[in-house]
T-cell receptor, first 115, second 114 residues
Framework: DAGITQSPRHKVTETGTPVTLRCHQTENHRYMYWYRQDPGHGLRLIHYSYGVKDTDKGEVSDGYSVSRSKTEDFLLTLESATSSQTSVYFC??????????????FGPGTRLTVL | KQEVTQIPAALSVPEGENLVLNCSFTDSAIYNLQWFRQDPGKGLTSLLLIQSSQREQTSGRLNASLDKSSGRSTLYIAASQPGDSATYLCAVEDGETSGSRLTFGEGTQLTVNP
């Protein structure tokens, strides 16, 4: 298994509070991603990073921010959590040698509940 | 915008049966297509990646095919076992998106009954 950990694994918080989720990798992969998974929507990309301090928005980035100060860590922050952000969040990594061989490896997920 | 559809949404089969899962995508300008497996409460595990220039990939009892021009892929599972029970997702990486991003289908939930 790829060396990807996510913390915390479970979190319950209240509406309006800030929340930070952490993804840590030991594979030295250049690309890192944050997805959310919801019934009826599948996995949707929130933000991704293609290097230290290089990030870009995904399909559902509103209400989320990210930071990557080291190759191994990618943080996802909900500045003011809302109930619509209740979801399971997955981190993924990849090292695309070329676009045709870009396999993504996923972490175990974080289940976030916003009350 | 790329859209990925998986049919059926759920499938229940007896052990030993050969089965086919289907995936379709709307934009054929893809770099690759990947099949993943997800067990309940777990992350995704990559099963097979088919590059746009390839027609199929095989791993053990799994065979994935790709028909890029028609926007279709199939995942064939031979001699199914109860341990194959999981949700199977397909995802495409296409030329419209930058940064090696994937568009996922919603998955097919497979149950293999002993």
């Amino acid at each position: 298994d790829a060396g990807i950990t996510q913390s915390p694994r479970h979190k319950v918080t209240e509406t309006g509070t800030p929340v930070t989720l952490r993804c840590h990798q030991t594979e030295n992969h250049r690309y890192m991603y944050w997805y959310r998974q919801d019934p009826g929507h599948g996995l949707r990309l929130i933000h991704y990073s293609y290097g230290v301090k290089d990030t870009d928005k995904g399909e559902v980035s509103d209400g989320y921010s990210v930071s990557r100060s080291k190759t191994e860590d990618f943080l996802l922050t909900l500045e003011s959590a809302t109930s619509s952000q209740t979801s399971v969040y997955f981190c993924a990594i990849s090292e695309p040698f070329d676009r045709g061989t870009n396999t993504q490896y996923f972490g175990p997920g974080t289940r976030l509940t916003v009350l | 915008k790329q859209e990925v559809t998986q049919i059926p949404a759920a499938l229940s089969v007896p052990e030993g049966e050969n089965l086919v899962l289907n995936c379709s995508f709307t934009d054929s300008a893809i770099y690759n297509l990947q099949w993943f497996r997800q067990d309940p409460g777990k992350g995704l595990t990559s099963l097979l990646l088919i590059q746009s220039s390839q027609r199929e990939q095989t791993s053990g009892r799994l065979n994935a095919s790709l028909d890029k021009s028609s926007g279709r892929s199939t995942l064939y599972i031979a001699a199914s076992q109860p341990g194959d029970s999981a949700t199977y997702l397909c995802a495409v990486e296409d030329g419209e998106t930058s940064g090696s991003r994937l568009t996922f289908g919603e998955g097919t939930q497979l149950t293999v009954n002993p």
